[in-house]
């Protein structure tokens, strides 16, 4: 098992930046690949960026790519979000997500991310 808290949420307005941080422990050791999703209100869990824990390579969904950047520090078990270029429709529950096998089972609590306009 794998326990993960996320930090970093909060008001920004459009075109501003917030970093999400996303603490790791427990198993790390067993970690494959970590990963941000996200919630709008009415609207499905939708795929935002992921890092292979190991190898470092990085994956974005489309709609955050060039705004968005994840990273990690395996010295301290934590996943970054870099959240650049902020739009209205990035608002949304923001959570972090970890696999020890090919797919996500251990997921944070979620922090909240609002943009104004």
């Known amino acids: 098992q794998v326990q993960l808290v996320e930090s970093g949420g909060g008001l920004v307005q459009a075109g501003g930046s917030l970093r999400l941080s996303c603490a790791a422990s427990?198993?790390?050791?067993?970690?494959?690949?970590m990963g941000w999703f996200r919630q709008a209100p009415g609207k499905e869990h939708e795929f935002v960026a992921e890092?292979?824990?190991?190898?470092?390579?990085?994956y974005h969904a489309n709609s955050v790519k060039g705004r968005f950047t994840i990273s990690r520090d395996n010295a301290k078990n934590t996943v970054y979000l870099q959240m650049n270029s902020l739009k209205l429709e990035d608002t949304a529950v923001y959570y972090c997500a970890a696999a020890v096998s090919s797919q996500y089972d251990n997921w944070g609590q979620g922090t909240q991310v609002s943009v104004s306009s």
């Open positions: 890092v292979g824990w190991r190898s470092g390579s990085t």
């Open positions: 427990g198993r790390t050791f067993s970690v494959y690949k």
